[in-house]
Nanobody, 125 residues
Framework: QVQLVESGGGLVQPGGSLRLSCAASGITLRANAIGWFRQAPGKEREGVSCISSSGASTYYADSVKGRFTISRDNAKNTVYLQMNSLKPEDTAVYYC??????????????????WGQGTQVTVSS
């Protein structure tokens, strides 16, 4: 059974940092690109970042570019999202998902086959 578990969310003040983790079981992530998504209340889910299977290529939404960093440790079967300079508009439930491809090709949901349950990130003073 494939399972993705996100962790590391929480409440943080504007300007603060959080590091999200996405740990996988039942699947070896090294063959898959991994995406991070978020969904704020009343809004559609949006793609935040993607990393290729090797980690050589990374992509970011314009809204987080320069503040977020995606990385992966294939030996630990885990992907990370380091979030710095957080803003209230970053408040959302964050999800990780495995792509059926080894490369990143946008954030269309049809290519992402396994999803985690999400972790809440709240940025507020």
């Amino acid at each position: 059974q494939v399972q993705l578990v996100e962790s590391g969310g929480g409440l943080v003040q504007p300007g603060g940092s959080l590091r999200l983790s996405c740990a996988a079981s039942g699947i070896t992530l090294r063959a898959n690109a991994i995406g991070w998504f978020r969904q704020a209340p009343g809004k559609e889910r949006e793609g935040v970042s993607c990393i290729s299977s090797s980690g050589a290529s990374t992509y970011y939404a314009d809204s987080v570019k320069g503040r977020f960093t995606i990385s992966r440790d294939n030996a630990k079967n885990t992907v990370y999202l380091q979030m710095n300079s957080l803003k209230p508009e970053d408040t959302a439930v964050y999800y990780c998902a495995t792509s059926s491809r080894y490369y990143c090709s946008g954030y269309g949901s049809t290519q992402y086959n396994y999803w985690g349950q999400g972790t809440q990130v709240t940025v507020s003073s």
